[in-house]
């Protein structure tokens, strides 16, 4: 299409189609609530992250638009998407399916 790989359009009808898939499961159980529904945020929040920080990063011309040339190197535009993805996985292991312990409220 208009000389672009066809897998970038995969690789987003499939994060689409997954995304949609569970949508319509939840809708049949009634929806989330709690830790399932942050997890679900979560995830769709850091991934639409690391696609528009890989995006970015990804093409050396757009860094140099806003880090100085002298100082753009593979290792920093490499450095953000890592850090993009570190985040991803760290809020999923951080909320992961274990209930969360909340702090006692005291009785008076």
Known sequence: MY????????LFGFAGVL??????????????RGVPRLR???????????????S????RSRVARVIPDSLVSPAVQLAPIVLALVALVYWLWRVR???MKLPQQSQA
């Open 19 to 32: 995304g949609a898939s569970g949508d319509w499961r939840e809708r049949r159980a009634h929806g989330l």
């Open 97 to 99: 399916r274990v209930a």
């Open 40 to 54: 679900r945020h979560l995830w769709r929040m850091c991934f639409a992250f690391l696609v528009a920080t890989i």
């Open 3 to 10: 000389g672009l790989p066809p897998y970038p359009f995969f």
């Open 56 to 59: 970015f990063f990804s093409i």
